[in-house]
């Protein structure tokens, strides 16, 4: 498949920032290979996932749905291989704790059938202002999304898979979630890149500065729920409730010189220059850097001191650059190779969200070819 033009243009956030073009060789392969067509029955058992639940909560955030699943191609049948819930769709449960979303996990689609099975058919989308208007045979889980109030849904072929959402609200279109998604890749890359144990992005809207995503490695969520009994509560999520004006903080500062900083230790700076000191020292986050990308604000930090500002900008393009050769030639990985005093070696990669989930369900770790 050809990919130079998508490597050259680049994939764009909504802050429209232009991805650079590096020096190498981009590799990816396509299609389904035999270690995917032969899957054993066990395979499509998946277990809940973080990093996949990070893309679902961005797109539960920016759209307003109350749950999102996950579908992928498992020997020949489409099941979910991971699914989130808001605080909202929590609420709505049968008598044994069931949401609609948990009990969807109990059904298998072929290719092609109901609206999981045509996004993923298509390579497309399907919108449905109101599910409660559709019938059995084209939505088998009708009788489902009456009994948990569910109305609009949107069904995206993505990453491999199919990412469905849904709200018991009426929707008057699809709402929009690629924009979200790439910038939840963007913040994984960068905690990958930098040793980070979370990453936020900020954006600016009437002069005020907001974190509009955030990201925690499954590692520092594990801890924190050692530590406090829960990982509902992080410096992330706190960060959430904090509106910053452009200049105010470490993170006004950046978007107003559209620059970078670096705190190499949190505890020597005062409440007046970073207003979030408290939390920091609630979590134990110790260094920080933050720079200006795509018209907002990259923040990540470490519970470890750094020396320097870890340089994440480089890797978080060329990951962006992999995912849009993988988008347009349907491979489901990619891989960057350099050179360096006459050896080649992978400098980045990339994977489908799909091929992530497979590979580890059925080798039960994070390992995969790329």
């Known amino acids: 498949p050809q990919v130079s033009s998508s490597l050259s243009n680049g994939s764009q956030l909504a802050f429209h920032g232009k991805l650079r073009k590096m020096g190498g060789v981009a590799c990816s392969r396509c299609g389904q290979d035999e270690e995917t067509k032969y899957m054993p029955s066990y395979y499509g058992k998946f277990e809940e996932d973080v990093k996949i639940s990070a893309n679902l909560r961005a797109i539960c955030d920016i759209s307003g749905a109350a749950y999102a699943l996950f579908w992928v191609l498992s020997q020949d049948q489409l099941s979910i291989a991971s699914h989130f819930v808001t605080p909202k769709g929590a609420a709505v449960k049968d008598e044994d704790g069931a949401s609609f979303a948990t009990k969807s996990r109990g059904i298998a689609l072929r290719v092609g059938q109901g609206l999981a099975g045509r996004a993923f058919a298509s390579k497309g989308a399907e919108f449905v202002p109101d ?72 954006a600016e809207s009437g002069g005020k500065l907001s974190v509009i995503s955030h990201y925690n490695t499954p590692e520092r969520l594990a801890e924190i729920e050692a530590k406090h009994g829960s990982s509902k509560q992080t410096f992330a999520t706190l960060s959430r409730a904090t509106t910053l004006s452009v200049g105010q903080g470490l993170i006004g500062r950046v978007f107003a010189s559209k620059g970078e900083e670096f705190v190499p230790d949190t505890s020597a700076l005062s409440a007046d220059r970073f207003p979030r000191l408290q939390h920091a020292k609630e979590f134990g986050i110790k260094s920080i850097g933050a ?67 497979l590979c580890k369900a059925k080798r039960g770790d994070e390992e995969t070819f790329a």
Not at 299 to 320: C, H, Q, Y
Not at 329 to 343: H, I, L, N, P
């Open 291 to 357: 720079f200006f990308c795509d018209g907002g604000v990259l923040e990540f930090g470490s519970t470890k001191k750094w020396d320097s500002i870890p340089k994440v900008k480089i890797a978080t393009d060329l990951t962006l650059q992999l995912k849009a050769a993988c988008d347009k030639s349907g491979a489901c990985y990619a891989m960057f190779w350099a050179e360096r005093e006459g050896r080649l070696s992978p400098v980045a990669h990339y994977n489908t969200t799909a091929r992530y989930a």
């Open 131 to 202: 599910a409660c208007a559709l019938s059995a045979a084209s939505f088998p889980r009708l009788s489902l999304a009456k009994e948990f109030g569910i109305r609009s849904m949107g069904f995206v072929f993505r990453d491999g898979g199919v990412y469905e959402y849904g709200t018991d609200q009426v929707w008057e279109s699809l709402p929009e979630v690629s924009t979200a998604l790439d910038l939840t890749t963007v913040l994984k890359t960068a905690c990958e890149a930098s040793g980070a144990c979370y990453t936020m992005f900020w």
